[in-house]
């Protein structure tokens, strides 16, 4: 059963099956597939810090930065460049090989852009991977950050077509599509994913994969469980009910058939992870992933932290990857 081929013509039936597999011939599916295409026992360390909070004009329901969210969150200004240069110097002492900015904006302005190119190029001369995450990109500003060097660009597509409009109605899904257009055309890696565990019913997850699957696979994948915050639509909708926490096994069932559909992409354990077991996220690792976020926060939400991950990682034997910006899309394929 073993393809380790890129495939874009994945049918929501194959990704269906994928799904119902007994769960041990799932991961040793996946297992499979990741060391024939990545390095045993490696994990790449990332950290992400919000260079600007708050205050953005997208509904987006999980989110605590939405100005329409009653989460308490103020909105602060971009941060200066040399402030965040300090944090991805830090980041790389505490053995971080890629550095992932995000800004609250639905788009950002032209004026913004000198100072997220210069954060780009004080990045990279650290020699650590780079990536943002900005909102909607015109085609000139994807070019502006490729010519910078940014490694990736960070645009989830969230969850299926069909239950994109039950979570976001400030933009649509084909909003993201174009983005991520931009994006890939001006030679940049894609960093794109989603999050489960919001009320979504398994055709969702089969349906967000499939999406994934269907274009040039993004080369990152970040797989979020989401972490439901008081004041936004979905932490308040899903508070106290069985939805709103995804069974762990189902959520190691999404990491495997993301590993086993794309099978040369990074695929990334991102939020959600401070609440998960030890053994929850081995198994994760096991299907596939290879990539956590370090630090005590993912932008507002809290993470597992440096000394914790530590100490996951000693126990299963898995040792930091190491730094490897590489760049625009020729570059990576050399």
């Known amino acids: 059963m073993t393809n380790t081929q890129p495939r874009t013509d994945w049918t929501r039936e ?26 045993r026992n490696e994990v790449q360390l990332s950290t992400l810090l919000s260079i600007k909070t708050g205050g953005c004009a997208e509904d987006c329901g999980y989110c605590s930065q939405s100005s329409s969210a009653e989460s308490g969150l103020k909105a602060t200004k971009l941060l200066d460049v040399q402030a965040v240069l300090q944090s991805a110097a830090q980041a790389k002492d505490h053995g971080s090989g890629r550095f992932c900015m995000g800004a609250a904006w639905r788009n950002p302005k032209d004026r913004d852009m000198p100072a997220l190119i210069e954060m780009v190029k004080g990045v990279r001369q650290m020699g650590m991977e780079t990536c943002m995450t900005l909102g909607m990109l015109t085609e000139k500003q994807a070019e502006q950050l490729a010519d910078a060097g940014l490694d990736y ?46 009320g979504e019913e398994r055709a969702d997850r089969v349906g967000f994969l499939h999406a994934l699957a269907s274009m040039p696979h993004p080369e990152s994948v970040p797989i979020n469980q989401l972490v439901p915050v008081k004041g936004t639509v979905l932490g308040d909708m899903l508070a106290g ?40 996220q081995a198994l994760c690792f096991m299907a596939g992933a290879n990539s956590i976020f370090t630090g005590d926060k993912l932008l507002t939400a809290p993470n597992s932290g440096d000394n914790k991950d530590a100490v996951l990682l000693s126990k299963l034997g898995i040792a930091a990857m190491q730094a490897r910006p590489h760049g625009h899309l020729e570059e990576a394929a050399e």
């Open 241 to 280: 009910t069985p939805m709103a926490e995804i069974d762990e096994i189902e959520f190691v069932r999404t990491v495997a058939v993301a590993r086993i559909v794309m099978p040369m992409s990074m695929v990334r354990l991102s939020a959600g992870r401070e609440s998960m077991s030890e053994a929850c």
């Open 14 to 39: 194959e990704l269906a099956a994928l799904f119902d597999l007994p769960f041990m011939d799932l991961l040793y599916e996946a297992q499979t597939i990741h060391r024939t295409n990545h390095p």
């Open 153 to 198: 660009y960070n645009h989830n597509i969230d969850t299926s077509p069909e239950n994109y409009a039950n979570v976001i109605t400030t933009r649509t899904f084909e909003d993201r599509i174009e983005t991520l257009e931009n994006v890939r055309n001006a030679g940049i890696n894609v960093c794109c994913g989603g999050i489960v565990g919001m």
